[in-house]
């Protein structure tokens, strides 16, 4: 109703507005009006609409508007004003009690781990270390600390577990199971896409439309498509819009302009201010060392530095990292991210909320493979300060879905249950043979969404895939990516007769093309 | 090795057809396989691509051969009094070591750099300066302390010019410690040889190499030479950037990690092989390149690389004897600096077949494959080929165009070089549409 419908509208613009009060762009926009005063075309008896003109034509207007698209972008429309904030954290009570226990039990395991290893949780380093950290900061991956008696504090597989047994206890069905009902391994009744919404959906995607990752491969000629997207793709860097830079994406962006496109959508600009920041985020690592640095450095030796693509930025990783769980300003995506950072106790004031820290600060604890996240930046970026901004970006729109229990259609329990269900429903054949073998599709898919395939796909077809995450701002790709992929090798599938063979044949990931696949799945598959 | 001439004509009328009427005539279907008997000095990659190609039987020790994968220790010994019909194949020119060792191709680049400042100016001449500057030891010995002097503080390398693999290679930034070296008699292993100072070079040492991710690294490419007069030349699409050890060391990390769900322990570190993930495919490496520096800048290196093949091959043109048994595929050591001009560190007559991984494996198994179909024993190709599985013709007798058509097909528009270094290498696509039967085939 129009009603609502405005309501809604400026509840939006009012939150949004607040959140850009305040900060730098407001500061600098203030700036730049005062500034223009001077100018001969600014005159006093149309000063507003002078100032306006201004601000277009300077480029103003439209870091502002990119500005205004990003909040549009990250946070959630705004609920019932009445609604908790817990609301906007997760709408369904029972989700949130899940992850709220899946978080008691995170803390109890590196609470055991650090009373076992008596290490505290954080320390400041002595003078002498402090200096040998700086001096050797551009090479800690020569660092050999003993990581031996370090555990990750867990690992994907842990999660699925956890999802299998989430239940909405407001859900009956009273069914027995049966073919016709849900056989596999998440049994929630979440909405999911099905395959003519993903069509529309992904329509970008669809066969008429020129891609990156098909059309412009050796055989075709670059003046039936490659050579007008690259000269678009420049133009949108030109103009600096973001909205347009995502819609841009959708095609795939060209390499040499993917890492300039990404900051543009991600609204990333390294100002001085944010270098600033970063080096602060250095200097807190410098001084104080914390349990989960350990559990960082362990991450990486075992999963980036044993990749034979990322092996060379083993250092990149630490320095965004160690930098990562320090990072305060990330504590703001806990807003709408269902999960809540855990919380310590200084020495002594156990209960006492005055003395309640954040731990880690960003209230992010790593798990086993949580570096992948920022190894592939490593291709695109290599000023750390950069580097470190567009992986926080990355991070709080995206990637803490893939690990933190909610209703989100983007959020890993709607991915499982949508890889699941496009599975089920287009090769009932392969799914069925699966289960029956004791493999159950989604034990050996999990690991590639959790990852949003990092470390599983060769890197140039795992940039065109995070180019269509960017572009459609939704994870839901990597749920069809994952079906695409048993789609593409169900004809030895249904040849195994194990988990373990299964396994085998979905080892090895790196020599398939992205886009023909879901090309394929989406557009060409008789559904 | 004498081959028969009966022998001759039972491998192949087909051969006979070649050979007498000039042009090939198209083949008649399904004849009995003539067989090429091929006789190989190495056991990695090579002997297993040998071994598994259609028609190819290995001979003993004292057999007749048709093809030799030989060491060049063979060539040196053999070559000179070794008869070989015209259809026969060995894998290295006789002096080779003109472009391979290093004080040779330092006084064949200089000449040939000399002779085109004559002819062509400096700054053709300029298009030469790929080979940092090198001095022979001793011969050139005050040269080299003339060049030292202006240069104050820059860092010398010292090089045996016949050894490979690092060994006896030492740094050096002060005049005193060649001298010392010159004093000492440590180099006890080749006391026998009395010119043994005779046997090293000292190098500019390139002191600011591009790095990635803080690591250095060097690039290796193929070269194929089909010939050298007329120089024909081919450059294979793969290869890869070797990155440096120094500071990459992961001892084994036993990992176990237990379950929140006390499920049994699981060990998931994968076991670390130290010579796995130190290389990258140059497809990569080109990738990362392009996506920092973009394309045009990344087009200009690999153009540059290209000048450093054909230079590198033009100035020992002359010197090299051109047998027409003699086919050569070499490996290019090529070292980036930091303002991403290209440097060559060697040329390697027989580089390393052995593969360190499952990836390295597959490119040596692509490569090897595709320089036995351009060496075209079973006589299936016209020779007018631009492009044979992963290789791209770049030098015939002048430079080769990308554009469509042959080899004689003439150019219009602008001239963009055939070479393909670090583009996808879809060979199998490519070598299927290129033997199919030649009368069915559209193309000329």
Not at chain 1, 155 to 184: C, I, T, W
Not at chain 2, 68 to 85: A, K, Q
Not at chain 2, 98 to 117: D, S
Not at chain 2, 425 to 441: S, W
Request: with cysteine; net charge neutral.
């Amino acid at each position: 109703m129009m009603l609502e419908q405005d309501t809604g509208l400026s509840l939006a613009i009012a939150q949004i507005v607040q959140r850009l009060k305040g900060s730098s762009l407001h500061s600098q926009l203030e700036r730049q009006a005062r500034g223009s005063l001077h100018k001969p075309e600014i005159k006093l008896d149309s000063l507003k609409e002078d100032i306006k003109e201004f601000l277009k034509t300077s480029g103003w207007e439209k870091r502002l508007q990119n500005a205004v698209y990003s909040e549009l972008n990250v946070f959630p429309s705004p609920c019932h004003p009445a609604a908790p904030p817990e609301h906007m954290k997760e709408p369904l009570v029972y989700m949130r009690k899940a992850q709220g226990s899946w978080e008691k039990r995170i803390l109890k395991s590196l609470n055991s781990m650090c009373t076992e290893l008596s290490i505290p949780l954080a320390r400041k380093r002595p003078i002498g270390e402090q200096k040998e950290l700086l001096n050797k900061w551009n090479e800690m991956g020569t660092d050999e600390p003993d990581l031996t008696l370090f555990r990750p504090v867990y690992a994907p597989k842990d999660f699925l577990e956890v999802l299998m047994n989430l239940r909405n206890p407001n859900y009956e069905n009273g069914d027995q199971p049966s073919f016709r009902n849900h056989l596999g391994l998440i049994q929630v009744p979440l909405k999911v896409k099905d395959i003519p919404e993903l069509k529309d959906y992904f329509s970008e995607l669809g066969l008429n439309t020129g891609q990156l990752g098909i059309d412009d491969s050796t055989q075709v000629p670059p003046e039936l498509f490659e050579n007008e997207h690259v000269r678009v793709g420049q133009t949108v860097l030109t103009e600096q819009d973001s909205a347009a830079a995502q819609q841009y994406v959708r095609q795939g962006c060209p390499t040499a302009l993917r890492a300039e496109l990404w900051a543009l959508i991600l609204n990333i600009s390294n100002q001085p201010e944010d270098i600033l920041y970063y080096e602060q985020l250095k200097s807190n690592v410098i001084q104080h060392d914390l349990l989960v640095d350990s559990l960082i450095y362990k991450d990486v030796k075992l999963t980036a530095s044993n990749d034979d693509y990322y092996f060379v930025f083993e250092d990149y990783l630490y320095q965004v990292l160690l930098c990562f769980s320090r990072d305060t300003s990330v504590l703001e995506h806990f807003s709408y991210n269902s999960a809540t950072p855990p919380k310590s106790y200084i020495r002594g004031k156990l209960g006492m909320e005055e003395y309640a820290v954040f731990y880690p600060p960003n209230g992010v604890i790593p798990f086993h493979g949580f570096s992948m996240y920022v190894a592939p930046l490593c291709f695109l970026y290599h000023e750390p300060s950069k580097l470190y901004q567009i992986f926080r970006e990355m991070y709080v729109r995206f990637f803490f879905r893939l690990h933190s229990i909610s209703s989100h259609p983007s959020g890993i329990v709607s991915l499982c249950l949508l890889f699941e269900t496009l599975l089920q429903t287009h090769l009932p054949q392969l799914f069925y043979h699966l289960r029956e073998i004791g493999a159950q599709p989604l034990r050996i898919s999990f690991k590639w969404m959790v990852r949003a395939f990092s470390g599983y796909l060769a890197t140039d077809q795992l940039l065109l895939l995070w180019d269509r995450i960017l572009g459609y701002n939704s994870l839901e790709i990597l749920a069809v990516l994952a079906a695409a992929v048993f789609a593409f090798r169900a004809v030895n599938l249904m040849e195994v007769t194990s988990l373990a063979a299964a396994e085998a044949v979905l080892a090895d990931l790196s020599t398939l093309k992205v886009m023909p696949l879901l090309q394929i799945f989406l557009f060409a598959t008789v559904t | 090795m004498n081959v028969s001439s009966q022998h001759f004509c039972e491998i192949g009328k087909y051969y006979h057809h070649y050979c007498t009427d000039g042009e090939p005539e198209a083949q008649e279907t399904k004849e009995p396989r003539a067989c090429i008997r091929f006789k190989c000095a190495l056991t990695n990659t090579i002997l297993d691509i040998l071994r598994r190609r259609p028609g190819w039987v290995e001979v003993k020790e004292e057999g007749e051969w048709d093809f030799y994968w030989c060491d060049v220790s063979w060539l040196r010994e053999n070559f000179d009094h070794t008869y070989m019909d015209e259809h026969v194949r060995i894998c290295h020119f006789r002096n080779h070591y003109e472009l391979t060792r290093k004080n040779y191709i330092v006084k064949n680049l200089k000449r040939f750099r000399k002779q085109i400042e004559r002819e062509a100016g400096k700054l053709e001449a300029t298009k030469c300066d790929f080979f940092p500057k090198t001095f022979e030891m001793p011969s050139e010995y005050h040269l080299f302390v003339e060049e030292f002097r202006k240069n104050p503080g820059i860092t010398w390398i010292m090089k045996p010019v016949a050894r490979s693999q690092g060994r006896g290679i030492f740094l050096f930034r002060k005049l005193k410690d060649v001298i010392d070296w010159r004093k000492d008699g440590v180099r006890t292993d080749d006391q026998k040889d009395e010119t043994q100072v005779e046997n090293y070079v000292a190098q500019c040492y390139i002191e600011n190499p591009y790095l990635i991710g803080g690591r250095k690294f060097d690039l290796r490419v193929y070269v194929l030479v089909m010939s050298y007069i007329p120089l024909k030349a081919w450059l294979y699409r793969d290869g890869f950037a070797r990155f440096s050890n120094t500071r990459f060391t992961l001892s084994s990390i036993d990992d176990h990690y237990v379950h929140l769900t006390n499920v049994a322990v699981q060990k998931t570190a994968p076991d670390y092989d130290p010579e796995k993930g130190c290389k990258w495919m140059i497809q990569r490496f080109r990738q990362y390149l392009t996506a920092k520096h973009g394309a045009e800048v990344v087009e200009t290196l690999f153009a540059e690389m290209d000048n450093i093949f054909i230079k590198s091959l033009q100035s020992v043109q002359k010197v090299i004897i051109s047998d027409k048994h003699c086919f050569e595929l070499y490996g290019y050591d090529i070292l980036i600096d930091q303002d991403l001009k290209p440097w060559l560190l060697e040329v390697n007559a027989s580089p390393s077949l052995t593969a360190s991984s499952q990836e390295d494996y597959e490119l040596k198994c692509r490569l090897l494959k595709d320089t036995l179909h351009i060496v075209d024993m079973e006589g299936r190709l016209t020779g007018k080929e631009k492009r044979i599985g992963g290789f791209d013709l770049m030098w015939n007798d002048g430079p080769v165009s990308r554009a469509e058509g042959n080899v004689d097909t003439p150019v219009n528009g602008s001239f963009m070089a055939n070479t393909h270094l670090g583009y996808n290498n879809d060979r199998k696509k490519q070598l299927k549409q290129l033997f199919k039967p030649l009368h069915t085939q559209q193309k000329v």
